[in-house]
């Protein structure tokens, strides 16, 4: 499977994107239009160990919620991020068994080597 998903209004998202391109048969997910299902968070999960690092704590509901003041669980961040597209760090991308996770500059050199050796 190769797969991205992404937030399509999101200006560093769009960086990236270029940045990767091309990005020839993947699957692309805009999360806002198509929000990410149950089995998808646990297929990320999967490929993580974690639903903390599928986690945007930079997410503008997570200051106006007071999360950061919170102990939240896996499963508690795994609701949010359900109920949430803003929730989700991103891009995810997703190549056969490996994921690539937000924006970090090693994420996203990582990803770019990954797609194009």
């Known amino acids: 499977m190769k797969k991205i998903y992404h937030l399509a209004t999101c200006s560093t998202n769009k960086r990236i994107l ?33 639903y903390e690092a599928l986690f ?8 106006e919620l007071g999360l950061k003041d919170k102990n939240l669980s896996e499963a508690d961040i795994r609701a949010y991020i359900l109920g949430d597209y803003t ?8 190549i056969g068994n490996e ?9 996203v050199e ?8």
């Open 18 to 50: 270029k940045e990767i391109a091309p990005v020839e048969g993947f699957e692309m997910q805009e999360i806002k239009s198509t929000p990410i299902t149950e089995s998808q968070i646990d297929e990320m999960y999967k490929l993580s160990n974690s």
């Open 56 to 63: 945007s704590k930079r997410a503008v509901k997570y200051k």
């Open 87 to 94: 929730f989700l760090k991103r891009p995810v991308a997703i």
């Open 99 to 107: 994921i690539f996770i937000g924006n970090s500059k090693k994420n």
């Open 110 to 117: 990582a990803l770019k080597n990954k797609i194009h050796g």
